[in-house]
């Protein structure tokens, strides 16, 4: 079999650990790097180590940020007795999104499962419990988490081990609700949405 | 619905174009000369799955990258959709009316039963087999099911793991129960949908079941759930949130999750005794077609549709009174496509069927009955 030379398979290699990158992927990309002229290939590597140098996790709320706290943790106009959690700092980005959350977040870095050996302690959980005390918390008191997590089974399982922690602790835990897309035809959502929708209808 | 015609191309050793009739297909040819790929083809077409092979990618010609299957399904008045899967390396992609559709919006749109030799595990296999059919016969009513079952299936296996490492970490009780909590707490909740729509679909089955089509003893089927016994079924959650708490000891001792639907069975009966273990293998046979015969009626009776029957090797597997009966109780119900290597046991149906002579992948015009022939347009 004809092999690359050493430091294209290296490169190969490497791109091959990236989360979704296959072979074929990963060769195509390192044809791509090859190609590209020097001083643009500069910009990604800068792009690349800056993210690791400058970028780190927000001791609050676990969110990617340059400074500590984050500008959400910071911000005083943020109304922080309610708490988002969500599994990913991107799944944070899509609520942003919305413009409508006022609230603060706490960003899991993942959800439980045991098949890829990630417990309660390889969540970004340790921090959560103490943010739910008024004297950690700017003096002000948690009546809200909001459990965000995808609507997997791991997701749901998240929810409900998180749901099982604060419980005692006498706050409101809500789930959201997975439900139909707005703004398209009933005739276009497809049947498992339309089968959960209907089973979580409400009265009005 | 009816299947107007089905083209191929690169899929196994066929290419080309079959139109097709709206009552009894038979596909005759030598063994070897690809009239079960047909039927494998029409099968992918509805399933996106073969019934032969798990990996899709040897169902390409050798050679060649890419095959497709497509198809046009008429239902109602004048509802056309045209229908394609593609096969592409180790990628399918399906298609209805030239735009790209998603899984769970395809399937069911074109509906298949099918009667072939992998299928005789429902009759004689281990209980597995038999969730399977009556999950598949769930899933032909309503196809969101299919989510319901395969999100259990996930949530067991992660309960499988916990209870697997746990066999080396020996936690306590307590802390097990932690964890497994919000695992068990799913599991509940889709073991209980799973178990309603089981216990009502078999419940329709045996409201459509023709017991004694092929067989003078009778038939008869119950939903035999692994909690019968153990309290009140009415209230499913409960009962089974009840056993887990009791049987956590054994589970974390076993290492697996040893309580839900994934235990169940079908209870088949005929003549009172059970036919995995007593039936012959003629009444096994006619047991599984009964079966399919009554999904049939149970798909009719909720879409108010046909869906098409396929009988692989039909010789090989009955006899040729029961061939007679069968084809006799289908005739007007319902678009069959029957393989067989020998004429003479359906020769008395050629008249009413269209009749295909397969040679080397390709319909080719038959010798005899011309005018049953007169739909098929071969080498399009
Ligand atoms: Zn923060």
Known sequence: MLEYAEPVTKLIDELKRLPGIGHKSAQRLAFHIMRTPENELDRLLTAVRDVKQRIVLCSVCNNLTEIDPCRICASTSRDHSVICVVEEPHSMVAVEKTRSFKGVYHVLHGSLSPMRHIGPNELHLANLLPRLKPENNDGVEVSEVILATNPTTEGEATANYIGRLLKPLGLLVTRIAMGMPVGSDLEYVDEVTMDKALSNRREI | ?380
């Open chain 2, 1 to 380: 619905m009816i299947l107007d015609f089905v083209e191929v191309d690169n899929f196994r050793n066929l290419s080309g174009k079959i139109f097709w009739g709206p009552g009894l297909n038979i596909i005759h040819g030598d063994n070897g000369q690809g009239k079960t790929n047909w039927l494998e083809a029409i099968h992918l077409l509805s399933r996106t799955k073969s019934f032969r092979t798990q990996r899709l990618q040897e169902t390409i010609r050798f050679g060649q990258d890419s095959a497709f299957v497509a198809g046009r399904v008429s239902s109602g008045d004048d509802l056309q959709r045209d229908l394609r899967v593609t096969l592409k390396e180790n990628t399918k992609s399906i298609a209805v009316n030239g735009k790209r559709e998603q899984l769970t919006r395809y399937l069911g749109q074109l509906q298949v039963f099918s009667f072939t030799a992998d299928q005789l595990d429902v009759v004689r296999g281990m209980p597995e087999a038999r969730r399977h059919f009556i999950d598949r016969g769930v899933a032909s009513l309503r196809p969101a099911y299919v989510r319901t079952v395969s999100d259990y299936n996930r949530v067991i296996k992660q309960k499988n793991r916990i209870l697997q490492d746990n066999l080396e970490h020996n936690r306590s009780l307590v802390e097990l129960q932690d964890l497994l909590a919000p695992w068990n707490q799913q599991l509940v909740q889709l073991a209980a949908e799973i178990h309603e729509a089981r216990v009502d679909y078999t419940e329709r089955l045996n409201n459509e079941l023709e017991r004694s089509l092929f067989e003078p003893a009778e038939l008869h089927i119950r939903y035999s759930s692994s909690l019968d016994g153990k309290g009140d079924l009415s209230n499913y959650e409960g009962l089974l949130n009840e056993r887990l708490q009791l049987r956590l000891p054994a589970e974390a001792a076993a290492g697996r999750a040893l309580l839900g639907p994934h235990r169940d069975d079908l209870a088949v009966h005929l003549a009172g005794r059970e036919l995995r273990v007593f039936g012959s293998s003629g009444q096994q046979r006619s047991a599984l077609l009964l079966l399919d015969l009554a999904a049939i009626s149970v798909y009719n009776s909720w879409h108010d549709d046909r869906p098409l029957f396929l009988v692989d090797d039909v010789d090989a597997e009955l006899d040729e009174n029961r061939i007679r009966r069968l084809l006799e109780y289908l005739e007007g119900r319902t678009q069959t496509f029957i393989t067989t290597s020998k004429r003479s046991h359906v020769e008395g149906f050629i008249s009413r069927a269209n009749v295909y002579e397969i040679a080397a992948g390709q319909a080719v015009q038959p010798e005899l009955n011309r005018s049953t022939f007169s739909a098929v347009a071969a080498n399009d």
